[in-house]
């Protein structure tokens, strides 16, 4: 499955944001997705995950209650509304996908999702 990720720019702090991730190639609604970040300087993080029908959503806790990820399966398309946005949410957003299959490791890990997307960069001003 290819992923592309858009919907990022230059916001405020307080503003709104929802990136889109696009998946072609195969059966999207037979796959996991997963939001994850990158700062500058710092190690990829996990933002949060949506299982394959939309019915099981996870968060870090830095943006529970901010942001809300859901999936639309006749488009091929996971969303990532974030809400509230401050400047540590500054980051590139990767979107990343596993098979709906058991795994060892959870939503939370890299490890989990075999497919990325470019990236696409979310910078917050205060």
């Known amino acids: 499955v290819q992923l592309q990720a858009s919907g990022g720019g230059l916001v405020q702090a307080g503003d709104s944001l929802r990136l889109s991730c696009a998946a072609s190639?195969?059966?999207?609604?037979?796959?996991?997705m997963g939001w994850f970040r990158q700062a500058p300087g710092k190690e990829r993080e996990f933002v949060g995950g949506i299982n394959w029908n939309g019915d099981n959503t996870y968060y870090t806790n830095s943006v529970k209650g901010r942001f809300t990820i859901s999936r639309d399966n006749a488009k091929n398309t996971v969303y990532l509304e974030m809400n509230s946005l401050k400047p540590e949410d500054t980051a590139v957003y990767y979107c990343a996908a596993s098979p709906n299959a058991p795994s060892s490791y959870g939503y939370a890990d890299r490890r989990r999702f075999n497919y990325w997307g470019q990236g696409t960069l979310v910078t917050v001003s205060s």
């Open positions: 190639g195969r059966t999207f609604s037979s796959y996991d």
